[in-house]
């Protein structure tokens, strides 16, 4: 029993010759249709349709041919455009996440610095609280109704004035 399908046992050896002929004119084609590095896939894959087309006018291949490749360049267009827009949708981009090891130094750290008190100020206590507690930037943020963007600048404008504080600081003391 035969695996390969009847239509494409009736596609001759003239009929691939004559496609192997054509082919350049093809791929010129799908290249100008704005195919890319995948104009031989699209030209190759017309010639499987074209292959297992029952009702092919051998006479017509080479217009046949043409139509096959121009459709599958818009298909292809068209599912390039669909990747583009999801790829650039902000809502799909994946979460920036810390690993954990940087989830414990940050909490070690947010814990060590609570625990200095000529260091920290009330603002910055509250916000260090709920960081040190493992809170991501959104949780606090929905917590303090504050934005994501707006927590994480605070935290960082917070770590920078902590930073300068300790700097200032005597190096015996720390």
Known sequence: ?????????????????QCALLRPELVRLAARRGAGDDAEDLVHE????????????????????M?????????????????????????????QTSGPAEVVVDRMHASWVL?????????DRVLL?????????????QRLRLSEAAVEAAAKAGKRRIRRRLARRDPAQA
Request: with cysteine; aromatic share 6%.
């Open 1 to 17: 029993m035969s695996t390969t399908s009847p239509n494409i046992l009736s596609f001759s050896a003239h009929d691939w010759g």
């Open 67 to 95: 139509t096959v490749v121009k459709r599958l360049c818009v298909d292809h267009l068209r599912k390039q455009s669909v990747a583009n827009r999801v790829f650039d949708h902000p809502m799909l981009a994946p979460l």
């Open 129 to 141: 609280l709920l960081l040190a507690e493992g809170r991501s930037f959104r949780e606090v943020g």
């Open 115 to 123: 625990d200095q008190q000529d260091l920290v100020d009330e603002a």
């Open 46 to 65: 017309a010639f499987i349709r074209t292959a297992a087309h029952p009702d092919l006018d051998r006479s017509r291949l080479r217009q046949f041919l």
